[in-house]
Each structure stands twice: as C-alpha cells, then as structure tokens.
Nanobody, 119 residues
Framework: QVQLVESGGGLVQPGGSLRLSCAAS????????MGWYRQAPGKERELVAT???????NYADSVRGRFTISRDNAKNTVYLQMNSLKPEDTAVYYC?????????????WGQGTQVTVSS
C-alpha cells in the first residue's frame, strides 16, 4: 500500500505560478512511475504529466512548456511546477503512483488538491 499526500494548491491569478508537492510512503519510491492528473468540474480525469526516472517525462499537450514535473527520490516526493497558469487549468489535481510488483500493476491516488486560476 502506498499513501500519497498532496499539498500546494490554492487560488492564483492568470499568469501566476504554483508548485504542487506529493509525498509518498514506501521504501522503493525510486521505482514508482509518478504522475499528476487533474479533473475539472463536469469533465473526466486527465493526465497532466508523468515521470519515471529523472529525464523520463511525459506531458499533456495543454501544459507542455508551462508545467514541469520533477522528483526527489531522497525525499520520496514528486513536484509539479506550474507557470503561466490559465483559467482552464482550474481543477482538482491528483497525485498518482504506479507500482509494478510481480508483473502486476497497481495504481495509488492522493486525495487531491484544488487549484483555482481566477482574477
């Protein structure tokens, strides 16, 4: 079982920045594929970014160039730096850990943190 705790959400004006953090439990964090997803009201949850190992990242087209995902394996933490925020980035952001053990894949989710971009 992996527990994930997000922090860093809040209200920001368009063009502003926020950094989300997600602390994970477990002693094999470096093997987890970590990701951020978001869900806006009335919409399905969508991928924002994932990171496997440093340098191995993937971004949704809508955030590429504005958001940066990173991880600190020593702190069991993944970050999402969000710059040039737009109102359409408003959503609940969820941290995800994907763990592969014994050929099986397990997905774990945090409780979510609200990001609101509004003037």
């Amino acid at each position: 079982q992996v527990q994930l705790v997000e922090s860093g959400g809040g209200l920001v004006q368009p063009g502003g920045s926020l950094r989300l953090s997600c602390a994970a439990s477990g002693n094999i964090f470096s093997t987890y594929i970590m990701g951020w997803y978001r869900q806006a009201p009335g919409k399905e949850r969508e991928l924002v970014a994932t990171i496997a190992t440093p340098g191995s990242t993937n971004y949704a087209d809508s955030v590429r160039g504005r958001f940066t995902i990173s991880r600190d394996n020593a702190k069991n933490t993944v970050y999402l730096q969000m710059n040039s925020l737009k109102p359409e980035d408003t959503a609940v952001y969820y941290c995800n850990a994907r763990v592969v053990l014994g050929g099986l894949q397990y997905d774990y989710w945090g409780q979510g943190t609200q990001v609101t971009v509004s003037s």
